[in-house]
């Protein structure tokens, strides 16, 4: 069904309040999780709020921790999350790497013991929406073999670059697997294929079949040895810069939390929107592959579905919906 | 055959200082171009060595120019490369960015009217031999159709990461398209299929035949639809921060000169050198899927390549050297 923005934000709000959030911090946290169903990311949306509200209650998210700053080198700042909730110190971060890059051209947060973002992509929109450049990354569990391996033990280490832009931002949302398990499961529960390969099979063949898929844990990484590399290099960037936790600690200690992130804003004198333009202008003068398919920039279709939200409802899957109000 | 280090690096100083360049330039030149062989990337070494040569008779390379900074803002620099060769000016673009870092966290230089940086990883280790982490980019002419099309209206665009290590620094070195025109060719001319789908074919199916894709044009991008957004959000950072030439542009004019580029170097007040090597570890406990496997960190083979070429001499094609040993 669909329900306003504005009946899904408070249900949120309320919800997180009596949790024992404070207001600041229920509103960040509902305004994200409302937007990325707006958006169309039901998956860190709607449907992830129940998990979140569990984490609360088994104290992997400690709802009164406020993230704080442990040193400071130039424009670069490192903080600790104390595993405040993650949404909440992700968008205190941006606002200060924002800040510090407005100032100075560029600002960096790297942040450790955080907890998990939900949709990456809310940070870039964030820093752009304040005329920013960002460069946003995080690790996660492991649930990606290397290449050249067949076990998971890389994370798929979502990375956003996200670019302002007056007709709609550009913003790049990318994790290192090809599909997600969300994804793999959506297609399984649908009984549909996936439409590329996905990851291996149990012996070893590349597969579309999401089961056989789940069933390996051999996921595939986006351009195979490329995305593998870049995968392992995301969890170096964010650990080594914030000190925090490994995608082998945080997989040992069997659940996603205490994580580690990092926001780099950027805010040139100038930002050349023509530029920007023209490069989409040339994109898109590509000839079709055929009648159904269409160019797209990063983000392009987020902000068509955000405002078909807006106009229309946001979609919401009823059943969590019901689930939801309960809490 | 093989060549010792030192004659291959005096052959091309040799030839530059003829071709009129000054002697500090030369020698950056010579040893990029060297280095690139010894560490195993014959495409952007000895081999691309005679058309460097071509693109300065041609005047699209401007021997005697000095990159020179436009404007600043805080530890952002905005850069004019004047069609200086490209590696000396993105070694000075990354010395600069390392300054930078080193006093404030982080520094980054944005280049325009630059030219081809030969291979990115070059100034990924430049940065990491002086203790930086690096994030580079460089644009490039089309080569890629973007997801959805068929025509080449993407370029390969590659994205540098660089971490440094005192058991040898990790380097990715990523271009956009799952294999170059270069390997495509390299496949062509051996009779050897691609081990993975390289691109489609005209008829529009994926293919392991470089032959057929270098004739549709139709390069696969890593990870499909993810690969063409990171290529595209690639460009927009490269030309509206540096306010240069676009892909678009590049590709117009006909030959791949005068691109753009940047330049991040990150130095944190400390590096957590047992982070990375827990890292590592950790990706490399993955049961590899057969014996022929192994899984590697970004920049491992390339460290052995150079060991092994500079105790037993770089491998040259002799033809190829023998050209350019007559030039």
Redesign the interface.
Known sequence: MLVPYNELLDTFKKILLKEGMNGDKASICAEIFAGNSRDGVHSHGLNRFPTFITHIKQGLIAIDAEPGMI??????E?WDGHLAPGMYTASKAVAKAVGIAK??????V?VKNTNHWMRGGTYGWQAADNGC?A?CGTNSIANM??????????GNNPLV?A?PRSNGH?V?D?AMS?YSYGKLHEHYLTGKKLA?HGGYDES?QLSTDPDAIMKSKRTL????W??S??S??M???V???S?GR????ITASGSEYGVSQFF?C????????G??E????????????DEQ??????GESTLRTRQKSMAEGVYVNDKIWQEVQAL
Not at 71 to 76: A, C, I, R, T
Not at 103 to 108: F, H, Q, V
Not at 221 to 224: A, D, K, T
């Open positions: 040193s400071k080198k130039g424009v670069l490192h100032e100075n051209g560029l600002g960096m790297a450049i460069i073999p290397p290449w050249g391996g067949k076990e998971p033990t890389l670059i670019v550009l790049l990318m090809q590329h070893g990484p986006v351009g195979l490329k995305g590399g870049l392992l290099m969890d170096v960037l650990s080594s810069l000190g490994t995608v082998g600690e780099i950027i805010s040139p004198a100038e930002l050349n929107e530029i920007i023209n490069i989409i202008a040339y994109a898109k003068s590509s000839a079709v592959t398919s269409s160019i797209r920039y990063p």
